[in-house]
């Protein structure tokens, strides 16, 4: 039996710039499924994104989604695209052994965790306050190197890294401080500051875009309080969860959230493609 992908509509060119298909998946000419292909808004018109990939019932488990998967790579190749990307929902088991499989690595996952009522107290002597405009300047700096180092250590090109770090950050912050939804704390121990905090409002929940610990502090417990002040900020806007990001191999912090009782709900992979 051979398993091939058929068009199943011409290429989409998106507003932003994104290139999308739909193709089905068929057995000797027979659909059993179909797959949505893309370009990423986020890298651009060279990295690829298997958007959705499903396959019906009665032909699951027979290695169909693994042979559209590789015939999804020479699709986007022939668009020029030399990385692949796929997000896989952390039930989906299956699935996520099958991405392996294939080579593609995890780079980051999403977690989650539903907020209660309560709001949690702060350890004594720390408090929260917001940032100054003459804090923003430097720690937005160290966040751009920050998220730069970070992707490229995961396979990003350097250039293209730095790239999205600025983009990213004038998307989100693009009033600086005066940015609707979004927080900026410090966090300060006996009046010294410890860490940082960036949260904001992100598909109705409470989304920890940055949570970062003074070098000089860390191993005292501030990363947790710096967590539970963002638990405060989202119980007391009224959401009913609140959601982060974590690089794989960052095991002090997946140690944390997990301490915290996060749990991860989706898991982000990548494949370069020779």
Aim: aromatic share 6%; with cysteine; proline share 6%.
């Amino acid at each position: 039996m051979t398993t091939t992908l058929r068009p199943a509509e011409p290429l989409q060119h998106q507003a932003d710039g994104t290139r999308s298909r739909r193709y089905q998946v068929c057995v000797n000419s027979r659909p059993v499924g179909g797959i949505r292909l893309g370009t990423s808004p986020f890298f651009g018109d060279s990295v690829a994104q298997i958007l959705d990939l499903r396959i019906e019932e009665p032909d699951r488990r027979r290695g169909r989604g693994t042979v559209a998967a590789l015939a999804a790579e020479e699709v986007v190749r022939s668009w020029g695209c030399d990385r692949i990307e796929a997000s896989v929902p952390a039930e989906a088991e299956t699935a996520l052994k099958v991405a392996t499989a294939l080579g593609y690595v995890v780079r980051n996952r999403h977690m989650q965790k539903p907020l209660g009522d309560t709001a949690p107290e702060l350890p004594a002597g720390s408090r929260a306050r917001p940032m100054t405009p003459q804090e923003y300047g430097p720690w937005r700096e160290l966040l751009t190197r920050n998220f730069t180092a970070s992707w490229t250590e995961r396979g990003v090109p350097e250039a293209e890294a730095r790239t999205r770090a600025l983009d990213s950050n004038a998307e989100l912050m693009p009033h600086e401080l005066a940015t609707a939804d979004m927080d900026f704390s410090v966090l300060e121990h006996d009046g010294t500051v410890v860490g940082t905090l960036w949260t904001g409002l992100r598909d109705g929940s409470t989304f920890v875009y940055k949570v970062e610990s003074d070098a000089r502090h860390r191993g005292r417990g501030h990363g947790r309080t710096l967590m539970l002040l963002a638990e405060a900020q989202g119980i007391e806007a009224g959401l009913p969860a609140i959601r982060l990001n974590v690089f794989q191999g960052n095991a002090p912090a997946e140690r944390l959230y997990e301490s915290l009782g996060y749990e991860t709900v989706t898991y982000h992979l990548y494949k370069t493609l020779l």
